[in-house]
């Protein structure tokens, strides 16, 4: 095993600039100057978001291999981009790395980066490389292009507009709670839907755009908060309640077994937080045939499981028998990174 | 004192968020969405820079006040958007803190930065929050503005242009050698020239523009490598060498002190690695009157140091008694991060 110290800085950082190639859409000057330089499109607005991943807190080493895990960090990233209606353009990735951390390790992570963010059309443009004596960590800044005043917010939603999710939410969050409790394991082929989900998330780029394209979407949200607290957020921009109908979502046995093996509702982890990178939409209830077409026709579950109300009533679920409860009584409890879990 | 932790993640957000405000040029969603969204002006390209400071590495606690940390952090990052000719628009801000971390200070840190941003025009935008059990850092992403094909590189200088340096290079690296040694004492006023420099460096920003509007400079670096260090990435860049002249730097005697003290000669400070953020430009010699005057109404110290020259010359400083020597020969040693001091 080579490590970062037996090659030193500026060997490294000439060998991730190499590996990632300097050129392509966009891009006037590539690594090695001061700066990168970029040019955006006439007319397009840009969309900035950054995420960070730090050992042991949003991973831990024996949970995910480098390369999957330089995607996930991009997926997570690519998800608000995704959230804001932006076509990912630009990256550029800082390192916090033990001197004792492996090259090919950290190669493997770039190429995930890479690769993920490549898939959507995106380049690393540039980055930066220091050594840490503790927790490792890696923070990512990505850059979108979006339809000048078209940028999808969560300040859109309209009394009668539908609550609509993509995919299979709280299934990253059971996996790392299976995970905490039972070790590496969990995240094996007992519980490999769920493992999926957390490990290898997709976000739901190109479903934006083309929905962004059509019209019809009035806010939008990534879920890395879950759904009762990220929906609270659009409800709180957008001044309006919302009631979601618990029957509504897919049935998910994978998640049910989870909440079985957990002790927990599978409506707790549902709601709760759970960093699956998927999206909630308001759709204006015109448009929703167009929008489940658009989705069916890239393979991405829509679902429609709610309406958005009017404020007094704030967010609540119906269930089966009819009986409503408030959202934030029903999701599993979050984490927040500044209190023990 | 107040602590993250006591306050937790979303609320120490919410008055970081806002602290800083949220409205400004070219900022049409600001803090609290997925994403940020900017405009940025019709013909510009953009420069993209990030940096990082980590405690323990870059700095000690004892050293800094909060508030001039995040200052300082800011103008590293100004500095490589000087270096390219673009004028700062937006930044987005990466905290790894300690859930210990005193709420005033995080506070006083993003004054600091936010502070060194406005002064240039430049806005932050957004940002993430992260706990870590171990070093804290902080990594900002940089966006600016530059005119279409006009940014500098360092690839543009040419046999015969002038090299010019802003500013006392060597004095922030000569500050952090002896605070090394004597620990933060080496700080006080026994040596404030140095540490004011270390401290509270200024990004030549104004200067950047004023020259780049005027024309006369082929290239630009931003001298956190040293002059040795970053002048021979220029070289490699442009295909050419460079004899400097050593009598020609201004005399400092603080330098000179420092250097005494430390045991080493003052070249070697002056053309070593030292994060005094200071630029070297290379100056077609029949601009050299427009670019000097330029420097002086700004109050910059801008000298011309020498000249580039063909490549197989390389890198080389003549003495007053007219003795020559490779560059990397007088440096001091430099900093790599994946090895040991």
Redesign the interface.
Known sequence: VT???D????E?IRLLTAARGTAGAGV??GP?????????R?G?????????F?E???YRADWIAPEVLGARLAEANLS??A??A?RPR?G???Y?LD?AHDVDALLAFQRGAVNALARHGALL???????????E?T?L?L??G?R??R?W??AGARVGDLVAVTGHPGRAGAAVRLALRSGAKALGPAHRALADAWRAPRAHVELALALAAAGGVTA???LSDGIAGDLAHVCE?SGVGAALELGAFPRDAALARAAKALGLAAESLRLGPSDDYELALAIDPKRRKSCEKIARSLGVPLTIVGRFTKAPAGLIARDASGRTRALRDIAAAGF????PR
Chains 1, 2 share one sequence.
Do not use: C, Q, Y
Not at 7 to 10: A, P, Y
Not at 44 to 52: F, G, K, M, N
């Open positions: 490590k970062l110290r090659l030193g800085e500026f490294v006037v000057i090695g100057d001061d700066a990168a330089v970029v040019r955006p006439a397009e607005d840009l969309a900035v978001t950054v995420d960070s730090v042991g807190r949003h608000d981009l959230a804001m932006a630009w550029v990735l800082s916090g001197a443009v540039g980055g930066n490389l220091t050594a840490v004596a503790g927790p960590w923070s800044t850059i979108g979006v000048k005043r940028a917010t969560r939008a949200v990534d921009a927040d990174h500044f209190r």
